[in-house]
């Protein structure tokens, strides 16, 4: 019915697309203002400057700070990924800096809110068991594979200085650092840092929510369920959920969509047929997708970004298959495919409420931030990265 409407009705198939890529973004609006309110209180009152000292060696303790600095961090997969390169260059462990990255997309706040929106809360406890899981997992694989050798490789390349996405955003650290949590978060300094925070991080992630949004609406109005079942083995439970977690990294691999406009094209997914696990490993993976792959063969060379798809991919596929087994085994896997997308539509209930509540509060959010120099700190922001991107491609051409 969808190709055929397709066929029929370009027109209308695009409008459909469209409806359904608009109501998604309005389901999850609230959602999206809450998380990135949140994740800006957070990085108000947390510095960056300490991260490289704090991050030594790749011991349980290292780890664990990784972590919890990853989770307190900005969601943009782009500034995640400069800024554990920064980390590993002002002196921060190799292992340590990638599990910083793991955790700063994958255990933030704004993440597990959206997915508990749309898709149930039962993944976004997936996500945040699955999260450690998964660093631990890449840990181990880091201890067993990861030479000597391949970290000096790694180690000469950031020295040349080549440049990714989100650069400035990444070397941004407005946080309060005098009083208490609650002190820094009223005073006056840290409601400026948190409507720059606000603000910064739409403008880092604003883009790839449209992305995600879009492909989103596109697959579920125009692609027929019957596909996504054969393709994900529906009709074989077992082989299935061996088969998701396999198969999800390499979708998101093709889809060139990351950070947190990744769950709605989850949420097609799960509709479609992909198993629980599945759809785990399709979020993890959004530091694997294509144009992430092609900024670690900028920043560490192209041996050692062949070896990070490999060993990511391993420590995603495999913590995601563990969580489909535990979470089978205590029956926390969702019994209906009933994702907030196809079913999503605009109307006056609670949803429609709380958009206009934190609207509200994003307004107030801007205000400040136009009232205390934060278009300027924007283009700066924009030039550092466009400037970099420039010297990039100059240093490229005298290769």
Request: charged share 10%; net charge positive; proline share 3%.
């Amino acid at each position: 019915m969808n190709t055929l409407l397709l066929s029929i009705n370009p027109i209308g198939a695009i409008g459909q697309a469209l409806g359904l890529a608009f109501a998604m973004f309005w389901e999850i609006l609230w959602a999206l203002l809450l998380g990135f309110t949140l994740s800006a209180l957070v990085q108000a009152v947390v510095s960056k400057s300490e991260m490289s000292r704090l991050l030594p060696d790749d011991s349980p303790k290292s780890i664990a700070i990784a972590c919890g600095l990853g989770a307190a961090s900005s969601s943009c997969s782009y500034a995640a990924v400069a800024l554990a390169r920064s980390i590993f260059r002002k002196g921060g462990n190799f292992t340590a800096a990638m599990a910083f990255q793991f955790a700063s997309t994958n255990l933030v706040i704004e993440l597990g809110i959206i997915l508990a929106v749309l898709m149930g809360w039962q993944f976004t406890l997936a996500e945040f068991v699955g999260g450690p899981l998964m660093i631990a997992l890449l840990v181990l694989i880091f201890r067993i594979f990861l030479t000597p050798r391949l970290v000096e490789a790694a180690k000469r390349q950031t020295e040349r200085g080549l440049q990714g996405r989100m650069e400035g955003h990444a070397d941004m650290d407005m946080s309060v650092s005098d009083g208490s949590i609650w002190q820094r978060i009223f005073s006056s300094r840290g409601q400026t840092a948190i409507s720059h925070f606000f603000v910064m991080d739409w403008a880092s992630l604003w883009q790839d929510i449209l992305v995600g949004l879009l492909i989103a609406g596109a697959l579920g109005a125009w692609v027929p369920k019957s596909f996504w079942q054969a393709f994900f083995l529906t009709s074989h439970p077992f082989w299935a959920a061996i088969w998701g977690p396999i198969v999800g990294p390499i979708v998101a691999i093709m889809s060139f969509v990351c950070s947190i406009g990744n769950v709605p094209l989850a949420a097609v997914l799960w509709n479609g047929g992909i198993s629980f696990g599945g759809v785990v490993a399709f979020i993890f993976a959004d530091l694997i997708v294509l144009p992430i792959l092609d900024i670690y063969r900028k920043y560490y060379g192209r041996k050692v970004s062949v070896f990070l798809l490999v060993t990511f991919y391993a420590a995603m596929a495999g913590a995601a298959l563990i969580v489909e087994f535990v979470f089978q085994v205590l029956r926390l896997v969702p019994q209906e495919r009933s994702a907030k997308i196809v079913e999503a539509s605009i109307a006056f209930n609670y949803t429609t409420v709380l958009n206009i509540l934190f609207l509200l509060l994003a307004a107030l959010l801007l205000v400040r931030f136009f009232k205390t120099g934060g278009p300027d700190m924007l283009r700066m922001m924009n030039h550092s990265d466009q400037h970099a991107n420039h010297s990039a491609h100059e240093h490229h051409g005298m290769r």
